[in-house]
């Protein structure tokens, strides 16, 4: 006769096969059911605590959504202004090149009015990682036009759609800065599925990883849904972003050990 | 050697652990300095040419919250760009020093000296109710001095420190004594983000809270420093105020014009003396207004239309009369031009 296997009897230490990471802290995450920064954060910390480096790194914040990110990392961090990150990012690890040093930026952070501190980090070559969440849109202050957001977007303050002869083209940074000699390994990636976070998770170790070589920087673009500002159910924003946001930003590496992915 | 370069040496033997600028004139001798004087080799001090004022004001902060001794410098167009990296500096309680090598202004300006960014340096300068300490050097001398003084300031007090200066300092030759090498930090202190150690709670640098109850209690914590400040390191120095019947206020190179015609004026039997604020926040309202009772007018002498000198007349509170001779677009005034000026203005 089979003994009566309970739920208390399977929750035990050798049977399980995944937990949350101690690099995460308890507090309750204050981003939209459905959102990827979530599964950004977490994948950022399994990385961090498997690769035992809990005392050996440094984020960097941004001004958006992921503002309050040190609420939920077990690290040191510190937040930056508005599209500062890669500047205090680069004098935190001119200070202490031993220490793994990253930041965490949107769209609007790193590509609008942070461009010039994104641009040249990149271009001296800074030995940090820098995660890049695209979602096309500033999410925090309520839903308006990002440089991301693409032709035709609606947003708050494209209540049209973007129209490129008014507000220009959507701003691809991650082709732009792998076009730069400094970049060591430019990617862009996904959450939206178990496949593109695994996928992630491995490109954000890769970004770590490099920080040990000291050849320059990597930057890894997270194309992520916002929701609440899509206005959309969270399954609906994974297929629109699919459909929509991936013939403009496709995920992939694009660069790789400092050359282009396809070129000689 | 050059004002500016004093503070460029000055940096390096006071045991920084960084400068970040970016070049303008007239104080571009300072980067230049430093990079020619190859402090990596020295102490191992990191210097780096930012993108921008913008940018070099962020890495500061990047520093300095890792509790380290962070230097940069500018001069007024490039010191108002560093006014948002300035705010979230005090907001986020960081020690640091900044040197401003003031050049006349509105807007692009001149290139030539002036001290027309006292209301931008000791009311705050950027958003929000914070303070720099703000020195007032008057020679190349204090110019090194002010360095050193300016990082154990900023330390004691987790706070920016302006070393507020003009061109005409940061271009001056003079004899300077500089101080034997300081080694620089080994332990630093217990909130910087260093790398969270299993024996600690993790570090946080921010200048964010969005609960209303809790950013009234820490606008409140920064007032009581800066009241701290204000009881406990008011500096300033005083020249022939004993008998003194006129009153010259004046800081930095209008102060070492005004010592000259104070003995002008005494030649010509008119007894002047000086007040020269060395901490323009803290201002050292308290001798000022001790004064007030003694003498008949005061006189403030600023290379601006009149900034400091609301200071002066808040500290009297009109006890006598106080105003304002000032010189602006780059103009030094000359010890005459001074003299006359009390003559105008009080013995009619």
């Keep these: 006769?089979?003994?009566?296997?309970?739920?208390?009897?399977?929750?035990?230490?050798?049977?399980?096969?995944?937990?949350?990471?101690?690099?995460?802290?308890?507090?309750?995450?204050?981003?939209?059911?459905?959102?990827?920064?979530?599964?950004a954060h977490r994948l950022i910390a399994e990385v961090i605590e498997e690769m035992e480096i809990q005392s050996g790194t440094i984020g960097v914040t941004p001004v958006g959504c992921a503002v309050l990110m040190y609420n939920y990392l077990d690290i040191d961090m510190q937040e930056a202004a508005h599209g500062r990150a890669p500047a205090v990012a680069t004098a935190i690890k001119r200070?202490?090149?031993?220490?793994?040093?990253?930041?965490?930026?949107?769209?609007?952070?790193?590509?609008?009015?942070?461009?010039?501190?994104?641009?040249?980090?990149?271009?001296?070559?800074?030995?940090?990682?820098?995660?890049?969440?695209n979602n096309g849109i500033y999410g925090m202050t309520g839903g308006q036009m990002a440089p991301t957001t693409l032709l035709g977007m609606k947003s708050s303050t494209s209540p049209y759609g973007r129209d490129v002869h008014m507000m220009g083209n959507p701003l691809k940074m991650t082709e732009l800065v792998a076009q730069l000699p400094g970049t060591w390994y430019v990617t862009r990636q996904a959450v939206h599925t178990p496949a593109s976070v695994r996928k992630a998770k491995k490109a954000i170790r890769?970004?770590?990883?490099?920080?040990?070589?000291?050849?320059?920087?990597?930057?890894?673009?997270?194309?992520?849904?916002?929701?609440?500002?899509?206005?959309?159910?969270?399954?609906?924003?994974?297929?629109?972003?699919?459909?929509?946001?991936?013939?403009?930003?496709?995920?992939?590496?694009?660069?790789?050990?400092?050359?282009?992915?396809?070129?000689? | 050697m050059k004002g500016n370069?004093?503070?460029?040496e000055a940096a390096i033997r006071a045991g920084a652990d960084a400068y970040f600028g970016y070049p303008i004139t007239p104080q571009s001798e300072i980067l230049e300095y430093l990079m020619a004087e190859k402090p990596h080799e020295r102490t191992g001090m990191v210097v780096l040419q930012a993108e921008s004022e913008i940018a070099a004001i962020n890495m500061v902060y990047g520093g300095a919250a890792c509790g380290r001794k962070v230097i940069t410098s500018s001069s007024s167009p490039g010191i108002s760009l560093k006014q948002e990296g300035l705010s979230y500096i005090a907001g986020s309680e960081l020690p640091c020093v900044v040197v401003n090598v003031v050049r006349g202004g509105p807007g692009l300006g001149t290139i030539q000296p002036a001290q027309s960014d006292y209301f931008?340096?000791?009311?705050?300068?950027?958003?929000?109710?914070?303070?720099?300490?703000?020195?007032?050097?008057?020679?190349?001398?204090?110019?090194?001095d002010f360095v050193d003084l300016g990082f154990e300031l900023a330390f004691?007090?987790?706070?920016?420190?302006?070393?507020?200066?003009?061109?005409?300092?940061?271009?001056?030759?003079?004899?300077?004594?500089?101080?034997?090498?300081?080694?620089?930090?080994?332990?630093?202190?217990?909130?910087?983000?260093?790398?969270?150690?299993?024996?600690?709670?993790?570090?946080?640098?921010?200048?964010?809270?969005?609960?209303?109850?809790?950013?009234?209690?820490?606008n409140l914590k920064l007032q009581n420093k800066y009241r701290k400040l204000e009881a406990e390191e008011v500096r300033f120095e005083h020249t022939d105020t004993e008998d003194a019947e006129y009153l010259l206020v004046a800081y930095g190179t209008s102060a070492r014009i005004c010592q000259k015609s104070v003995r002008l004026a005494r030649d010509k039997g008119i007894k002047a003396g000086l007040l020269r604020p060395v901490t323009l926040f803290p201002f050292p309202k308290k001798p000022l207004k001790e004064l007030a009772a003694k003498v008949k007018g005061i006189l403030a002498v600023e290379m601006s239309t009149g900034q400091m000198v609301e200071d002066v007349r808040l500290a009297v509170e009109g006890k006598v009369q106080v105003e304002h001779y000032g010189r602006m677009g780059g103009i030094i005034p000359t010890p005459e031009e001074i003299v006359d000026a009390i003559g105008k203005n009080f013995l009619k």
């Design chain 1, 1 to 39: 006769m089979a003994e009566n296997t309970g739920i208390k009897d399977v929750v035990r230490d050798e049977n399980l096969v995944y937990k949350k990471t101690s690099v995460l802290t308890d507090k309750v995450m204050h981003y939209c059911p459905g959102c990827g920064h979530g599964t």
């Design chain 1, 95 to 133: 200070l202490m090149p031993d220490k793994y040093v990253f930041t965490y930026q949107g769209d609007g952070d790193l590509a609008a009015i942070g461009t010039a501190e994104t641009i040249h980090a990149c271009n001296r070559g800074e030995n940090i990682a820098i995660f890049f969440i």
């Design chain 1, 206 to 264: 890769q970004a770590f990883e490099n920080q040990k070589l000291k050849k320059g920087l990597s930057l890894v673009e997270i194309v992520s849904n916002c929701n609440s500002g899509w206005k959309m159910s969270p399954v609906d924003s994974n297929k629109w972003m699919a459909e929509n946001m991936f013939p403009f930003y496709p995920p992939g590496d694009i660069k790789l050990e400092g050359k282009l992915v396809g070129k000689e």
């Design chain 2, 5 to 8: 370069e004093a503070i460029a």
């Design chain 2, 120 to 144: 931008q340096a000791v009311k705050g300068g950027g958003h929000g109710d914070y303070r720099l300490i703000v020195l007032a050097p008057q020679s190349v001398q204090e110019m090194a």
């Design chain 2, 156 to 218: 004691r007090y987790r706070n920016p420190v302006m070393i507020l200066t003009d061109g005409a300092l940061g271009q001056m030759m003079e004899k300077v004594w500089l101080q034997e090498q300081k080694p620089r930090m080994t332990i630093f202190p217990d909130w910087a983000t260093t790398g969270k150690t299993p024996d600690r709670e993790r570090n946080v640098i921010t200048s964010l809270d969005l609960d209303s109850a809790e950013q009234e209690k820490f």
